[in-house]
């Protein structure tokens, strides 16, 4: 990778050479502007911390035994927002109904990690580091998606940015990614938009030290500093219809939209939203669930909105460590589970569709006596998206120890 | 990312043109043996075995020589730490037992089982004031909830669901660059103070542990129409006033609504009036009746950051923070919030430098590990309990008259093997994931862990073993028979661990990645294990095979590691000799920067390699937080700016010298030409422009010839340089 990187600085340094008063972002721009025939890919990666209730989110109301289950959680047959005939939307997801009827939207069922664990942190673990069961992967899954990716229009260095304080598990690795918290602090010294005297001498220091790890982080941080100063993303207010809700994850997706409309070069995205963990008084189309899935769907939908045109080349998956018991428990709530339910949002997506064998719901079709039993490896989801979307034939790097094999995809993308 | 050696000679060849001592790079070959007076092999050390040199030590180390000074390192009770004790006084949780702190900090469970009868009130009035409060806030939570229940028809309940989306993420958002988001940082006002317990499965525990939550808009709007209301009260509003016994015994005695009201007021660390005065253990009562497990976790972090910063007994410090890492619980899960007190105190630091089989075996039984990875409630699918065998000593039936415990409903008796624990033994406190272990050997293993479980987990309680729990009959562990014997199972396998040639290696890999490089020697671990196995996990012994070979002092580990966030934090605040009142603002640092204490959430702990810890945000985080240090921006952290430069008889009179003065202050070994550079034409453009107040910086006396702003502003730029990055 670090010859990747170098080979990239060292394109971007030569791309200066001679016009040294043109900022690098531009001059990667202008490069960028030379080959018409690519088109930037986007994948943006939604985590639901704490194992969302897949059942109660995409409901199988054609099965009897899921009402037996559930006596009081369910989501009735006249409440559900039916899709099939089969499957019906939970009533809160209202605002993913026009798109899927736009057929942007596809759902896959009975999907997720195939490991065991039934321990939140193993399992979120496992799931952004892509590889079920071991613990010694050092890097995530989104990060691997990046190597060897066809060139991009412009290699920048927010072609991988997490909302957040951190880079998450998903994005740590080789390939540089950028964690932000809040657009307005990724910056040195103040918020001056000329850059503050300070900001000046720390990029002289990193961008002339010799130090081979600080050296090219440093360098890229400047860039994305100057680069997020000079698109000022602010300047993109949400698009017409686009209504974000209040909250870290309305804030998360509205001020990615910013970024990727700011045309920053963003590859690979990643947000997450918590507040599944429902043990106890889970709601069923009212509470604790309808009310995160209102603002998980609501802010999605405005994502949606938002990008506009630029939704043609992007592709929205979500995903959550694990799912929920088929029963509900004794507190009128659902315990830690097993197969879950992924969305596909996008513009090349064959939406409109549920896609996965269902296992079914009876007993003898449950996964150790008791949750959803799992059809669809996550890795083949995400397979499908890193390889027929961003165009990355390596799925044996981005998911190593999973044969994932083109002719098993889904096919829901077109 | 890997730093090559060959790059590194050559930074160092660049570094050495500025440095202030250019002749340490004279071909030594033979190390300490070489030059005792060698101020890099002081430096060096000092980078290794403690949390950054502060002025002056350097020449300490050098005055009593390098070796000897590693040898009293490495034996921590010969050092004197007294100054220590006393930042640590007034943190009374610190020396308290898990039953203790459960009692006078109670977990959302105990509260719980209050507000339901299941328990009775505390009749110790400053414990019954802390309980009436969260108790009555419970209530008026689920009596708000079943209002909202009554009334949900209409409207978009965006606010709501931001309450819902927070429920959990403290918990479910992993911490550090290890899984996610770590909830919206602010240990102490946000996420990390929330009850969460997602890790584990044990629904029961966290049924207990959704009452409360970050409030909601409506709880905030709540919160200031009380707020208002309690400055209306005369009486409260006149609480500041009183002398403070008066004051805290009065708050006791007051009615709950009024002492809800008070409460609500030191919300997010507000209210500091009335606080003033306290003895410790008043003020920890007044700020629990607010929220009883920030008190805990805000004193375990206090004290984590004071130790690091101003500890003699640094080396020992170090070493605990290498064995929690190793041995890693999150603070936030659950039980452990009232646990990981004692599993530091009792577990860790007493074995830091001992035998790592007693480490082991300590971290096996401790509460705090067996509530993280699940062991407690790991049950034998034969065992009495999972049969349904009712207990008992005569083996009565279940009508018979000594039936201890009420049964439990069956659906939350927990009745399977847990593995979780038997995993993480063997991957990442033993042999490691290449130990050449079978996922047959960790269900063995796991089925020798049954019954070592906790007793009474809510209220605090210690190890037991429970043999109802335990699994009967033979196992067979990396080829060996383990015959039934009980508890005797568990300790006969972890000995075979605690002494396998794998475990060994593995411990010595971390080990040389601590103290070298990211990738050390082969040989080194190789020569360090060897000495493992011969002094039977003897880990002084190990690290002495450490400090003392040809790889440790090698060129190329000099400044190979990248500082993770807490070895940066506490190394600035020691560079430059502040002042910390309250640690707490550094804590919050830290939670920015991924790091929050205490709260790595996967049993892996934090890395400890370069890669992790090197992004674009993470260098704009150390950039900012030095700036912000130097400029005594930082609440409760004082830095006297004209100190920096040196308070000598001779101090700079020009900022060239001032620049020269202040890198040999802050950076022991100096920085590039670079870096100086940098600096350099930085001040120069600075003076060059016209001078723009800057007030709130640099409050210190200012140093001839430089502005005290100067003065803080280099420090910040020389604390947020490459070289500052490394130790």
């Known amino acids: 990778m670090s010859v990747t990187r170098r080979v990239f600085l060292r394109n971007s340094a030569l791309a200066v050479v001679g016009t040294a008063a043109v900022p690098r972002f531009l001059a990667r721009a202008a490069m960028g502007a030379a080959e018409p025939g690519l088109r930037a890919k986007r994948l943006v990666v939604i985590f639901q911390r704490g194992a969302a209730d897949g059942l109660n989110i995409v409901v199988p109301h054609g099965e009897a035994q899921y009402y037996a289950m559930r006596p009081s959680i369910n989501i009735p047959r006249k409440a559900v927002l039916d899709l099939d005939g089969f499957f019906g939307l939970h009533p809160s997801l209202a605002s993913f109904q026009p798109l899927w009827k736009q057929r942007q939207l596809a759902i896959v069922h009975a999907a997720g990690s195939p490991d065991p664990s039934r321990s939140h942190f193993d399992a979120q673990d496992f799931m952004e580091a892509g590889t079920p069961g071991v613990k010694a992967t050092e890097d995530g899954w989104l990060n691997r998606s990046l190597h060897g990716l066809p060139p991009a229009p412009q290699k920048t260095a927010f072609q991988a940015i997490a909302m957040g304080p951190s880079i998450p598990r998903i994005l740590s690795g080789l390939e540089p990614a950028i964690a932000m918290n809040n657009i307005n602090d990724f910056s040195v010294g103040g918020r001056n938009p000329k850059g503050s005297p300070v900001a000046n001498a720390f990029e002289a220091m990193y961008n002339h030290s010799t130090d081979t790890v600080l050296h090219p982080t440093g360098e890229e941080t400047f860039d994305a500093v100057k680069m997020l100063k000079a698109a000022d993303p602010a300047k993109y207010k949400p698009a017409a219809g686009a209504d974000y809700p209040k909250g870290r994850f309305g804030d998360s997706l509205r001020q990615l939209a910013q970024l990727i409309k700011a045309n920053l070069g963003v590859q690979v995205a990643f947000a997450d939203i918590g507040g599944w963990d429902h043990h106890v008084n889970e709601g069923a189309t009212e509470g604790q669930i309808a009310n995160v899935l209102r603002d998980f769907s609501q802010s999605i939908a405005a994502f949606w909105t938002d990008l506009g045109d630029l939704g043609e080349d992007t592709v929205v998956v979500t995903m959550s460590e694990f799912g929920r018991t088929a029963r509900e428990n004794g507190n009128r709530g659902t315990d830690h589970g097993h197969a879950n339910v992924m969305f596909v949002l996008g513009g090349p997506v064959k939406g409109g569709k549920v896609y996965g064998r269902w296992p079914g719901l009876d007993q003898s079709q449950l996964y150790e006596g008791r949750d959803l039993a799992l059809t669809t490896d996550f890795r083949q989801v995400l397979g499908e998206a890193v390889a027929r979307h961003m165009g990355n034939k390596n799925l044996n790097d981005v998911f190593p120890g999973y044969e994932n094999q083109p002719g098993k995809f889904l096919k829901f993308l077109g | ?727």
């Open chain 2, 1 to 727: 990312m890997r730093l090559g050696r060959t790059k590194f000679a050559t930074f160092l060849l660049c570094f050495s043109l500025a440095c202030i001592v250019p002749h340490v790079l004279a071909k030594k070959k033979d190390k300490a043996t070489s030059s005792p007076s060698d101020p890099k092999l002081a430096l060096h050390a000092l980078n290794r075995l403690t949390f950054g040199p502060r002025p002056g030590d350097v020449q300490q180390v050098m005055a009593m020589g390098v070796d000897q000074w590693i040898e009293l390192q490495l034996h921590p009770s010969k050092i004197d730490d007294r100054a220590l004790d006393a930042r640590l006084e007034p943190l009374r949780t610190l020396r308290m037992s898990s039953r203790e702190i459960a009692e006078d900090f109670p977990d959302p469970q105990e509260i719980n089982q209050v507000m339901n009868g299941k328990r009775a009130m505390p009749s110790d009035p400053a414990r019954r004031a802390v309980f009436q409060v969260q108790v009555a806030r419970l209530q008026d939570r689920k009596d708000r909830k079943e209002d909202a229940g009554k009334n949900a028809v209409a409207g978009p309940a965006t606010d709501k669901s931001s309450r819902t989306s927070i429920e959990g993420s403290a918990m479910t958002a992993s911490a550090g660059t290890d899984g996610g988001t770590t909830a919206d940082n602010s240990a102490m006002n946000g996420a990390m103070s929330e009850p969460a317990n997602s890790g584990g499965s044990n629904d029961a525990m966290m049924a207990a542990a959704t009452p409360s939550a970050k409030p909601t808009p409506e709880e905030q709007e709540q919160a200031r129409r009380r707020e208002q209301q309690l400055y209306a009260d005369l009486e409260v509003q006149q609480l500041p006033s009183l002398p403070p016994d008066q004051r805290f015994k009065k708050i006791l005695s007051m009615p709950v609504e009024q002492q809800m009201l008070f409460a609500d007021s030191l919300r997010g660390g507000k209210g500091q009036e009335f606080l003033e005065g306290l003895n410790p253990k008043q003020k920890e009562t007044l700020l629990a009746m607010n929220n009883p497990a920030i008190v805990v976790m805000g004193e375990l972090m206090q004290a984590k950051l004071l130790r690091a910063v101003y500890s003699q007994r640094q080396f020992e410090e170090v070493m605990t923070d290498f064995w929690f890492n190793h041995f890693n619980v999150f603070v936030d899960k659950g039980l452990d919030r009232v646990l990981v007190t004692s599993y530091e105190r009792d577990v860790i630091r007493p074995h830091a430098l001992g035998k790592f089989e007693d480490l082991l075996v300590a971290t096996a039984k401790s509460p705090a590990m067996l509530f993280y990875l699940d062991n407690f409630m790991s049950v034998g699918p034969n065992s009495a309990q999972a049969l349904g065998i009712p207990p008992g000593p005569y083996g009565r039936g279940p009508y018979g008259r000594r039936y201890p415990q009420p049964r439990p409903s069956p659906g939350k008796r927990p009745s399977g093997l847990n593995e979780n624990y038997g995993r993480e033994l063997l991957e990442l406190h033993t042999l490691s994931v290449n130990g050449g272990y079978s996922q047959r050997d960790v269900t063995e293993v796991a089925k020798v862990f049954t019954g070592w479980t906790i007793d009474k987990p809510p209220e605090g309680g210690g190890f037991k073993f429970d043999p109802r729990m335990h699994e009967p009959g033979p196992k067979f562990v990396l080829g060996h028979k383990i015959k039934p014997k009980g508890e005797s199972e568990g300790l006969e396998v972890l000995h075979r661990l605690a002494t396998s040639p794998q475990t060994a290696q593995f411990i010595s890999l971390k080990l040389a990645q601590r103290f070298v490089s990211d990738d050390p020697a082969p040989a080194l671990v190789d020569r360090m294990a060897k000495t493992f196995l011969k002094k039977k996990g003897d880990i002084r012994e190990v690290l002495e095979i450490l400090f003392h070979s040809p790889e440790f002092w090698d060129d190329g580990a000099y400044r190979a590691k990248v500082k993770t966030p807490l070895e940066f934090v506490a190394s600035a605040v020691r560079a430059t000799g502040a002042e910390v009142d309250d640690a707490q603002p550094l804590a919050q640092q830290l939670n920015r920067m991924g790091m929050p204490l205490y709260g790595a959430q996967p049993p892996t702990g934090y890395s400890m390699k370069a890669e992790t810890w090197v992004s674009s945000s993470a260098l704009l985080n150390r950039m900012n937080f030095a700036l912000a240090l130097t400029s005594g921006k930082i609440k409760g952290v004082k830095v006297e700016a004209a100190q920096l430069a040196g308070t000598s008889a001779s101090p700079p009179t020009d900022s060239d010298a001032t620049l020269s003065a202040l890198e040999a202050n802050l950076i022991v070994g100096g920085v590039s030409k670079q870096t100086h550079d940098s600096i350099a034409a930085q001040m120069g453009a600075a003076k060059g422009a016209p001078q723009k107040p800057d007030s709130k910086a640099g409050a210190g006396k200012p140093v001839a010839g430089a502005r005290p702003a100067d003065v803080s502003t280099i420090a910040g730029l020389l604390l947020g340089s490459p070289e500052f990055q490394r130790r």
